[in-house]
């Protein structure tokens, strides 16, 4: 019904104004009957708001067991220092809270002993929390046990805290029982003579029905205000939905919003749609976007076990393939479970691992394996030769003489050396087994299932092209040297190990510098054999 027709019938209607009366009569007797009724439940089931206070009681009591318990679980491993500082922090604001309310006035006698409990709490709470922060958690262990050993005692006292506040908020309650009492009787009397009133005040309304038809005229130019706040209020929320769709699409993550029951896709960030309009693909598919089918299957069963996950990594698509954390959040949106997915390209982070991880095997210098690696992949050779029954040859490599080089030409020059060396080990012997540099002249190789003569053919070779290569030292100089290696055998039964083997190679190397260098010498056993130019 508009504003115009309530005014009409105002208007062609005088007996509404003496309806008006009957209905301002009965809200009279209504009022006064609902203000029995409401005065006798009230004795009955109020229930006022201090319930709070006994709340907080009961969690502060229960933030102690928790700090123990916590305390506990650190010293046995199951719980981190970040649940022991999180678990101080909620002990403090419930002693705050606590601290901080006027229930305990309310107590007919003094309780010293409780504001003594939450002092003593506030106190050993802020020295526990001055011991650990989020950013030092090194002593954590030795805090909780502290917080196990200090802690226990306290319960009987928060108990009683407890028991103090629930004390005084039934004190408070019979309290405020009493004044609520005196107050309804006075709002009885009050009632009373405000019904009189509201009976001169309806005969005063018979007078005053002109104004009727103003407020009707002035009911509809509010209607149609109101109307027009409506209006505004729709494309100012239109207005922030393409603002937040705006904010999602700049963001540096690809987002996505799936319906957790039926797998339907709610919102798509615009990047991931581009890319894959440009592959041709007319709707979008979440098993689409993993390069690995396993590792989607694995990401679906992980969110149905889990529907928060932090920074998982996958490699996605569309387009090219790329490293990405992936993280996710389940959220109800109009009643609707939701898992909203986000991903950060992370590829250039894996790159710099990649090639940290191989600058940290890696001699700067030669390129080889450098000792540390070169010992590791060796154990690992040598122990899938000897499961497969094979034989296994290290080689033991020293330049003759590098110390001249180094002395008369230059660390330059011993750098040219040492990677021309490099060079032809990895020619000769690189796709036949392991090679590192020991440490400066010093190289080392290990030929899995290699037999005897073979891997003599190999170092005989290498010794040769090492005579014959010249290396370039700068001012078009360039320089010759020869190399001494020792060569060692183990077989599958003779119970070595791969550091025994490098020994034994290191001994037979020994002995070919002993012998007057550039030559190889071969130890097996007992047996030994030499060759040289």
């Known amino acids: 019904m508009t504003p115009t027709e309530v005014t009409r019938r105002i208007t062609r209607r ?24 409401v005065n ?84 050993v709470n802020e020295e526990w929390q001055a011991q650990i922060s989020w950013h030092e958690t090194d002593k954590a262990a030795q805090l909780a046990a502290e917080i196990v050993t200090a802690l226990p005692p306290l319960l009987a006292d928060t108990h009683e805290v407890v028991v103090a506040t629930n004390i005084a908020v039934a004190n408070q309650f019979d309290s405020e029982r009493q004044k609520l009492r005196a107050t309804f009787q006075y709002l009885a009397w009050t009632l009373l003579a405000l019904g009189l009133s509201c009976i001169l005040l309806t005969l005063k309304l018979i007078r005053d029905h002109r104004n009727t038809r103003r ?62 309009r440009q592959r041709g693909s007319r709707h979008f598919s979440l098993r689409e976007l993993f390069v690995d089918e396993q590792q989607y299957d694995a990401f679906q069963q992980r969110l149905k076990a889990q529907p928060r996950l932090d920074n998982w990594e996958a490699r996605l698509g569309p387009g090219a393939p790329y490293w990405a954390l992936l993280s996710t959040r389940e959220l109800s949106i109009e009643d609707r479970q939701v898992v909203l997915i986000w991903s950060l390209d992370i590829s250039e982070r894996k790159q710099m691992e990649g090639e940290l991880k191989r600058l940290a095997a890696t ?20 122990r899938r030769a000897a499961r497969e029954g094979e034989a296994c040859t290290a080689l033991a490599i020293d330049i003759d003489h590098f110390k001249q080089v180094n002395d008369t030409h230059g660390h330059q020059a011993g750098d040219a050396v040492l990677q021309g060396i490099a060079e032809l080990m990895k020619r000769h012997i690189d796709r036949q087994g392991v090679l590192g540099r020991l440490g400066g002249e010093e190289f080392a190789a290990i030929l899995p299932g290699m037999t005897v003569d073979d891997a003599w053919a190999v170092a005989e070779e290498l010794r040769r092209a090492a005579a014959r290569q010249p290396h370039s030292i700068g001012n078009d100089e360039t320089l010759s040297v020869t190399i001494s290696i020792g060569i060692a055998t183990a077989l599958a039964d003779d119970n070595m190990s791969s550091k025994e083997l490098l020994g034994r190679a290191d001994k037979a190397l020994y002995q070919a510098k002993a012998d007057g260098r550039n030559r190889c010498v071969h130890l097996a056993g007992v047996e030994a054999a030499v060759t040289s130019v």
């Open 14 to 37: 005088p007996t509404f104004i003496f309806m008006l009366m009957g209905v301002m009569v009965s809200m009279i007797i209504a009022i006064l009957a609902g203000l029995w009724l």
């Open 40 to 123: 006798t439940m009230y004795a009955k089931y109020s229930s006022p708001g201090q319930y709070s206070d006994v709340w907080r009681s009961y969690l502060l009591h229960s933030s102690v067991r928790e700090l123990i318990d916590t305390s506990q679980d650190v010293l046995e491993g199951r719980s981190t220092p970040y649940d022991l500082i999180k678990q101080l922090e909620v002990m403090q604001s419930s002693i705050s809270t606590l601290e901080s309310t006027k229930i305990f006035s309310h107590l007919s006698g003094l309780r010293p002993e409780v504001n003594d409990t939450l002092r003593r709490l506030q106190t």
């Open 215 to 276: 407020l009707a005229l002035e009911l509809s130019s509010l209607n149609a205000s109101l109307e027009q706040r409506v209006v505004d209020r729709t494309r100012r929320l239109y207005e922030r939905e393409i603002l937040l769709r705006t904010i999602l699409d700049s963001s540096p993550s690809d987002i996505v919003l799936m319906d957790v029951i039926d797998g339907r896709i709610h919102y798509v960030s615009e990047r991931l749609l581009t890319e894959y």
């Open 363 to 382: 001699d700067p210098l030669t390129n080889l394996n450098n000792r540390r690696s070169f010992l590791r992949q060796s154990i690992t050779l040598f």
